[in-house]
């Protein structure tokens, strides 16, 4: 995998792919809130030799630092088409985690004719009509939540929040280090990530996946409201979805190679 960097009027991006072969379906990874590129490193080691893959620290992530924080889901979205385009990625099919989910949802609303597969793992759906008037209240309201909680106790809850097992946890722990000793850059990043995901909602866009689609959820997936959300979403759309038994929120993580046969059994139809 080579380091790249994609620059905006907001900063630099920090991005990773293999040797890109246009005629190739391409698995665009697009890790959560917070999290950075690690987050997919089980699946990268596993796809990178089969297919093309890409990976990123999302805008004001980790690598991808200083980052201004002026920017939309929207504008995510369209930086991501500039990145594709620029590397010659033809066929992307977006894997993403989390509010890589909603890049993924705002990316095919965007650009419809693009995408030729979507795969959500522990994400939600962005219509609005799956959000609680409360729910996008609090959304709105997170970074005073994450200034307020003594950083070990954010360390301890950010692990045992996300994943189930010691891999997963330890992970995660390694990736939130990255923050360790500014915990004011890290309460600002996920306040401002829940901002902009409360705005993309308030929206109120058809968000429709019009590709083939996979839902995955971790059966003890605690973040929020995601199993409400994934039972709706698979009712109302169709989607498939696939329960993953002991693996929590980054299930990816928790469970890699059951996620990985998944993945690589919904790209083998699209070939």
């Known amino acids: ?26 698995l665009v990874f697009l890790p959560g809130l917070t999290a950075d590129h690690r987050l997919f490193e089980k699946q990268i080691d596993y796809f990178k030799d089969k297919y093309n893959v890409f990976v990123w620290d999302a805008p004001a992530h ?22 594709l385009e620029k590397e010659n990625i033809l066929r992307p099919v977006i894997v993403s985690q989390s509010m890589g989910g909603y890049v993924g949802q705002t990316f095919s609303e965007l650009f419809p004719q693009k995408l030729k597969g979507f795969i959500s793992i522990d994400s939600a759906p962005l219509q609005r009509k799956y959000l609680t008037n409360i729910e996008l209240w609090l959304l709105k309201r997170m970074e005073p939540v994450y200034r307020w909680y003594p950083w070990k106790s954010l360390l301890k809850a950010g692990a045992k929040g996300t994943a189930e097992t010691e891999y997963g946890r330890k992970l995660i722990r390694e990736i939130m280090m990255t923050y360790d000793g500014d915990k004011k850059r890290y309460a600002k990043l996920a306040g401002y990530g829940y901002k902009m995901l409360a705005e993309a909602y308030e929206k109120d866009l058809p968000y429709k996946i019009t590709c083939p689609a996979l839902l995955i959820c971790g059966e003890k997936d605690k973040a929020g409201s995601t199993l409400r959300f994934n039972k709706a979403w698979h009712k109302n759309t169709g989607i498939p979805i696939e329960w993953i038994k002991g693996a929590g929120h980054n299930s990816n993580t928790d469970k890699p190679e059951v996620v990985n046969e998944l993945i690589e059994n919904f790209v083998e139809k699209l070939v």
């Open 1 to 26: 995998m080579t380091e790249k960097t994609h620059k905006t009027t907001s900063g630099i991006i920090h991005y990773w792919t293999n040797k890109i072969n246009p005629d190739r379906l391409t």
């Open 62 to 83: 980790a690598s991808s630092y200083p980052f201004k924080l002026d920017f939309s889901l929207m504008d995510k979205a369209k930086w991501l088409n500039e990145i």
